[in-house]
Nanobody, 119 residues
Framework: VQLQASGGGLVQAGGSLRLSCTAS????????MNWYRQAPGNQRELVAR???????NYPDSVKGRFTISRDTAANTLYLQMSSLKREDTAVYYC??????????????WGQGTLVTVSS
């Protein structure tokens, strides 16, 4: 399974972006789908998680501004980001934990998409 992330770009502070992450194969079972980000000089951090039961969680830094969702029919994960701040600037990665396509299961990372927030 390959995860293809897209939707990053340059946006002014206070603006919005929607990131997408599409799986190359149909996913029949999964534990969670996640968005991480990594800013220069920082460790990769989790910014949003959605479980197979639909539960979501976010760190305080993005709570109320970011929304994770999944379109099962489109095999796509989304991250809607609003009220963006300069400190949201980072490369954003999608991640799938326990993704199963057919008889193959594993954990997968997308290639990352750069989000730059200007003042």
């Amino acid at each position: 399974v390959q995860l293809q992330a897209s939707g990053g770009g340059l946006v002014q502070a206070g603006g919005s972006l929607r990131l997408s992450c599409t799986a190359s194969r149909r996913i029949f079972r999964w534990e969670s789908m996640n968005w991480y980000r990594q800013a220069p000089g920082n460790q990769r951090e989790l910014v949003a998680r959605i479980t197979s039961s639909g539960d979501t969680n976010y760190p305080d830094s993005v709570k109320g501004r970011f929304t994770i969702s999944r379109d099962t029919a489109a095999n796509t994960l989304y991250l809607q980001m609003s009220s963006l701040k300069r400190e949201d600037t980072a490369v954003y990665y999608c991640h799938g934990l326990g993704l199963c396509s057919g008889s193959v299961c594993g954990n997968y990372w997308g290639q990352g998409t750069l989000v730059t927030v200007s003042s």
